[in-house]
């Protein structure tokens, strides 16, 4: 007889791999910040190869894939004899932390009727790349598109948001306002201008329907083994972030009644509880550093999703 879990994970994994293009290297990647950068931030090749065996993926698709990810300046390697060790660059660090504020913390809940707007410096015609690549960094920070040059955010905004840009190198390409509409309606046009809730709201549905039935077989006491842990952990995470980070983090009085992101975030939030000590014990037992065992995740990674979706978080808690 088939183990509850088991048909759940086997449906999980079966629909991963079912994508195309397979995103190997956004897998590992996933395995990188959830798993590894809370235990140091340093994996071999050979743990990686391992831990990724059973999510479907093949040594030769994860060895091209941290090729990859070292070529893109997330990783740098180090040898010793035959073993080569995988480490988080300053910038992988940065990027993954900022990451790790929106994915395993709640929204921002109130909400004081004031916006931050960012205005794009001109640029010539020659800097259209560059341009371009400042739009994707702040549609990754949660900004919504009001106009050609304008972008906006409900709670994002203060110091956290200067450091930010900082960070990022174009805090001398924007001009930081801040305002507040004179009607609600107004706020609300600017959310459906800005973005495509609908399609967010298509995303948090597919992912409850898909983790649904996991969580069931672990509220009727189905106890998951270490590897089952980290592989329905490792799954819950990729395809969580995959849409959160998409998600401007928008307070209630702008979103529809009865959001399905609430409920995604809850579900979440339930069921990496719930697998994150066995699958920490898998990790334990599969992964090692070119220094032997890998260390006891870190006090903020055992706290994660420690916040209710339904407790008001402060409006800069979004990082």
């Known amino acids: 007889m088939t183990h509850p ?36 931030g340093r994996v071999t090749l050979g743990s990686l190869i ?19 990810l070292a070529q893109d300046g997330w990783l740098a390697a180090r040898r010793s004899g035959r073993t080569s060790e995988y480490a988080l660059t300053g910038r992988g660090r940065r990027r ?24 794009l410096a001109p640029a010539p015609a020659s800097a259209r ?15 919504g598109q009001f106009a050609a ?3 906006g955010h409900p709670s994002f905004g ?16 924007v001009t930081l306002l801040t305002a507040a509409s004179v009607r609600p309606r107004d706020d609300r046009r600017l959310v459906r201008c800005g973005w495509d809730l609908a399609e967010l709201a298509r995303a948090y549905r597919r992912f ?11 509220a009727a006491g189905a106890v998951p083994a270490p590897e089952v842990a980290f592989v329905a952990r490792t799954l819950l995470i990729h395809e969580y972030r995959r849409i959160h980070l998409r998600d401007p983090a928008l307070p209630d009085a702008l979103l ?50 420690a916040h209710s979706g339904g407790r008001a978080l402060r409006s800069d808690s979004r990082g």
């Open 256 to 305: 529809p009644g009865d959001w399905v992101g609430t409920a995604a975030y809850e579900l979440c939030r339930e069921l990496y509880r719930a697998l994150f000590r066995p699958a920490e014990r898998h990790l334990t037992l599969h992964a090692r550093r070119l220094a032997g065992a890998l260390p006891a995740a870190s006090r903020a990674a055992q706290r994660r999703f």
């Open 5 to 40: 879990i088991d048909a759940c994970l086997h449906a999980l994994r079966g629909r991963f791999l079912r994508q195309r293009p397979l995103r190997s290297g956004s897998l590992l990647m996933t395995i990188l910040g959830d798993a590894i950068a809370p235990r140091g």
């Open 96 to 119: 993954f932390a900022a990451a790790t504020r929106r994915i395993y913390g709640a929204r921002p809940h109130g909400w004081n009727r004031r916006w931050t707007l960012i205005l």
């Open 208 to 218: 409850v329907t898909g983790f649904a039935p996991l969580a069931a077989a672990l």
């Open 158 to 173: 203060g110091a956290p948001l200067r450091a930010r840009l900082a960070e990022a190198g174009i805090g001398n390409q």
């Open 129 to 143: 790349a560059p341009r371009e690549r400042l739009r994707e960094e702040l549609q990754w920070l949660g900004f």
């Open 50 to 68: 391992r831990l990724a065996a059973p999510l479907g993926l093949p040594e030769r698709l994860v060895r091209t894939s941290v090729a990859r």
């Open 149 to 151: 040059e304008v972008f």
